[in-house]
């Protein structure tokens, strides 16, 4: 007859969870642009990652993350209202201290078992593993399954504790007492599994079936989702709200690209991929409109131009077919309204003085010469131990002539290395480059030309910034 404490470890059957598909929505104030295509992505994949770790979702459930200014939101399919249970093997202590002699559990083995819950009876389920001397005693025992509201409460916490926030702001609850940190205010939590609602609580905030959609042109407010699964076709349908970021950048690109074509043959928005994103994260239901600027700004470099509008007002300068810039611009407005002009007007009021800013920069510095703010270079602080911008001037100024003297046709070739040299840092002391750094070395070689200089010295002062980042 086999020793008890060597019989087999007993086979478990486990119950088989209905799964369905989850939705979870924190609906806040308006997030950071920049940082909302990233707080999206992690608020979706960190609740997933935990539910998985969990065992109530599957390791190849498909996660969707949607992120609007006032929204992050994750949908998650496959899953389980409960996780399964599991068997446990835990480990007791060595045979030679659980046993005795005679094979009896000592007092030490009936103390652990007391600590989990089980009596001397249990004994009789032990196993052992290990060879010789070094055997151990080992219980198998089943650990039940966490609950979906268990699970999601404790990765909903992680997620927000997690979510790559650079600064959090403090904020008071309704009770006047309570304060909790996220990166806006939140007011409104949705968890969704299946049509259930799973009651978890997040920042104060207690979970339900309701949201909101758009802050003027919703249907009606508050929106309730009957499921998990409608919570993207209730918001456009009901909340006139694209709740997926990607989806709404898709719909931004194309609406740019249709406006152009009605604008003029050839003409094309200006490609720039993070402006697309930013955008994207203002509005929640885009609607492009075509407006313009007077011809007559169009004499200032267009650079100027260009960046002035999308860094201040996030507008898409439009380009001709030779990549000149035009007198027309596309503006991604968050309203749609029957008659669009009153909206056109305005954003057309509000460029002008931005665009008049740079035409007075430009002005204003062509009356001086680059070689005239040369001398101002020396009280730039360049490094604090490695002196002003005028001493480093003159450092690259001899490196680069030495250099220049030994390779072919050198002495032609120095003078106007040099003068580069001399001149590329003087555009740091205009008005344009004061107010957007991103062009200097770009407005070096507009004055340069303005000044007479040689081409090939202007075109260096451009060149000397290249590569400007890396890759």
């Not at 198998?140 to 409460?153: F, I, N, R, S």
């Not at 919570?231 to 709740?243: F, N, S």
Request: net charge neutral.
């Amino acid at each position: 007859m086999p020793h008890p404490f060597n019989a087999a470890a007993p086979v478990f059957t486990f119950r088989t969870m209905t799964a369905s598909n989850l939705l979870v929505e924190l609906f806040t104030e308006e997030l950071p642009p920049k940082a909302l295509p990233a707080l999206g992505r992690a608020f979706a994949d960190g609740l997933a990652e935990r539910l998985q770790a969990q065992g109530l979702a599957e390791a190849d459930a498909v996660v969707t993350p949607y992120a609007s200014p006032r929204r992050l939101a994750a949908h998650i399919t496959s899953v389980a209202a409960k996780a399964a249970d599991r068997a446990v093997a835990q480990k007791l202590m060595p045979v030679s201290v659980g046993l005795d002699a005679s094979g009896a559990p000592t007092p030490a083995l009936l103390k652990k078992l007391a600590s989990l819950g089980l009596d001397a009876s249990a004994a009789a389920r032990l196993r052992r593993e290990g060879d010789g001397k070094a055997q151990s005693l080992f219980i198998d025992t089943v650990a039940v399954g966490l609950t979906l509201a268990e699970g999601l409460q404790t990765a909903l916490h992680d997620t927000l504790a997690r979510l790559p926030i650079p600064k959090v702001m403090a904020y008071q609850l309704a009770d006047g007492w309570s304060t909790v940190k996220f990166v806006r205010p939140a007011h409104g939590l949705v968890a969704l599994h299946g049509a259930d609602v799973v009651p978890v609580q997040a920042l104060g905030l207690t979970a339900g079936c309701h949201t909101h959609g758009h802050r003027f042109e919703a249907l009606t407010d508050p929106l309730v989702l009957p499921d998990a699964d409608s919570y993207a076709e209730v918001l456009r349908t009901q909340g006139a709200v694209i709740a997926s970021f990607d989806a709404r950048r898709a719909e931004i690109a194309a609406q740019l690209q249709a406006a152009a074509a009605r604008a003029g043959e050839g003409l094309q928005p200006i490609d720039d991929a993070a402006l697309l994103d930013e955008v994207t994260a203002l509005v929640e239901r885009p609607n492009v409109l075509l407006c313009q600027f007077d011809p007559a700004f169009l004499a200032v470099p267009q650079e100027c131009l260009i960046l002035t509008m999308k860094a201040n007002q996030k507008y898409f300068p439009l380009l001709d077919a030779a990549g000149r810039l035009t007198h027309q611009f596309l503006v991604v407005s968050n309203i749609t309204p029957a008659d669009p002009s009153a909206v056109i007007a305005g954003n057309e009021r509000v460029v002008r003085p931005r665009l008049a800013d740079a035409q007075f920069f430009f002005e204003q510095d062509r009356k001086r010469t680059l070689e005239s703010r040369v001398p101002g270079l020396d009280k730039v602080v360049y490094h604090a131990k490695l002196g002003s911008q005028g001493e480093r001037m003159r450092r690259v100024r001899a490196m680069a002539g030495a250099i220049a003297a030994e390779m072919p046709h050198g002495a032609t070739l120095k003078p106007l290395v040099e003068r580069a040299a001399l001149l590329a840092k003087a555009d740091l002391l205009t008005d344009m480059v004061g107010e957007f750094p991103e062009l200097q070395g770009i407005m070096g070689r507009y004055y340069a030309q303005h000044d007479g200089e040689d081409p090939r010295v202007a075109q260096a002062i451009e060149d000397h910034y290249k590569p400007r980042f890396a890759g």
